[in-house]
Antibody, heavy 120, light 111 residues
Framework: EVQLVESGGGWVQPGGSLRLSCAAS????????MNWVRQAPGKGLEWVSY????????YYADSVKGRFTISRDNAKNSLYLQMNSLRAEDTAVYYC?????????????WGQGTLVTVSS | QSALTQPRSVSGSPGQSVTISCTGT?????????VSWYQQHPGKAPKLMIY???KRPSGVPYRFSGSKSGNTASLTISGLQAEDEADYYC???????????FGGGTKLTVL
């Protein structure tokens, strides 16, 4: 059974940093591209970042470019999101999501999410 | 403001059909056949319902179908059931610079 379990969320002051983790199991992690998607309280979904399975090519939403860094450790079956210079508008539930094997970007499995609150 | 435009809400009675639209541009919806749809119940993670415009993942009921015309994609749910009441989001690949965009979401109410 595919499982994605996020951790690392919590409260942080504006300007602070946080590192999210996503532990994957039930599939060959190194073979899949992965993503972070967030959802602000009461709002819609927003794609945040992508990392490929092969050469770890990365992409970022303009809203987080230069502040967030996605990475992966295939030996540990884990995905990470390093978040720096956090702002109030980064407050959201952060989901890790697997990109399926089809062309295009489709999120076929999601974690349960971890809440990040940026507030003074 | 989301990159893709969806109606904020739609409704229908059990057994009826509803269609949710998703309007983008030639740089996303119109430029690629990579539109997906997600269902999200309150407090839950999203679930993939349609990918590549009209393909259904294993386990998704045949009642859910997708299509696209120009810059507008659509999700149709036929034979509405109470458990279909949820938020629905469209999503499109948007090229190497923007990469992925979501719609603002549509709340489906089953009357």
């Amino acid at each position: 059974e595919v499982q994605l379990v996020e951790s690392g969320g919590g409260w942080v002051q504006p300007g602070g940093s946080l590192r999210l983790s996503c532990a994957a199991s039930g599939f060959t992690f190194r073979s899949y591209s992965m993503n972070w998607v967030r959802q602000a309280p009461g709002k819609g979904l927003e794609w945040v970042s992508y990392i490929s399975s092969g050469d770890s090519t990365t992409y970022y939403a303009d809203s987080v470019k230069g502040r967030f860094t996605i990475s992966r450790d295939n030996a540990k079956n884990s995905l990470y999101l390093q978040m720096n210079s956090l702002r109030a508008e980064d407050t959201a539930v952060y989901y890790c999501a697997r990109d399926d094997e089809n062309p295009g970007i489709d999120f076929d499995y999601w974690g349960q999410g971890t809440l990040v609150t940026v507030s003074s | 403001q989301s990159a893709l435009t969806q109606p904020r809400s739609v409704s229908g009675s059990p057994g009826q059909s509803v269609t949710i639209s998703c309007t983008g541009t030639s740089s996303d919806v119109g430029g690629y056949n990579y539109v997906s749809w997600y269902q999200q119940h309150p407090g839950k993670a999203p679930k993939l319902m349609i990918y590549d415009v009209s393909k259904r993942p294993s386990g998704v009921p045949y009642r859910f179908s997708g299509s696209k015309s120009g810059n507008t994609a659509s999700l149709t749910i036929s034979g509405l059931q109470a458990e279909d009441e949820a938020d629905y989001y469209c999503c499109s690949y948007a090229g190497r610079y923007t990469f992925v965009v979501f719609g603002g979401g549509t709340k489906l109410t089953v009357l």
